[in-house]
């Protein structure tokens, strides 16, 4: 049997019934056939697809092992690691116990070091995890559309380029 809590919402699946309740039982249950939940699924799908703002890839950890980067807020640098990294923006995890709570900063730039290279964004955080911040790069876009920075273009597809060469090295690429 598997379970979980989803705010005050008990989601239990035997296997065969997915029975959704309410954690004080006010709310009444709604117990579900196997064969209906792809259908919930689709539709819940469906409402991820509506709040996904992301419209360029991005790279994760294990493609970043060589960036460092800082978070700088008035003149202070701040050494934050970087989690992954769009032509858009970061999520940047913060150390435990820093004294910057950078969801109430309005906006700070973030230095990305890579090869020798420095650069540096405006940054503005559209979303808080535990572990870290989402922070979007307003230099990126023209209006609604995408154009970041050349330097970001350039970083983004050099490290791109070499996740990729590395996967093809490990033959990782020529897997079905």
């Known amino acids: 049997m598997k ?11 035997d296997g065969k019934r997915l029975t959704i309740k309410g954690r004080d039982r006010v709310l009444p249950s709604c117990i579900m056939d196997r064969t209906e939940l792809p259908t919930l699924y689709q539709f819940i799908g469906s409402l ?15 493609a970043l092992s060589e960036l ?34 950078f969801g109430k900063i309005e906006e700070f ?9 420095q650069q540096s964004h405006r940054g503005v955080v559209r979303r808080q995890a535990a572990n870290g911040y989402g922070v979007f790069f307003p ?29 093809a090295r490990i033959g990782m690429l020529n897997r079905p």
Not at 3 to 13: A, N, P
Not at 68 to 85: C, E, F, M, Q, T
Not at 109 to 117: K, P, S, T
């Open 68 to 101: 460092s980067a800082y978070a700088v807020h008035a003149g202070r640098r701040y050494p934050v690691k970087i989690r992954d990294l769009s032509l858009t923006g970061v999520f940047m995890e913060v150390p435990l116990g820093l004294e910057v709570d």
């Open 3 to 13: 379970e979980t809590y989803i705010g005050d919402t008990h989601f239990v699946f």
């Open 48 to 62: 991820m697809e509506l709040n996904e703002e992301r419209q360029t890839f991005r790279l994760g950890r294990d």
């Open 139 to 167: 230099s990126s876009m023209k209006g609604e559309h995408i154009d970041p920075p050349t330097p970001l273009v350039r970083l983004v597809m050099e490290l791109q380029r070499q996740r990729l060469a590395k996967l």
């Open 109 to 117: 730039e973030i230095a990305l070091e890579y090869n020798g290279q």
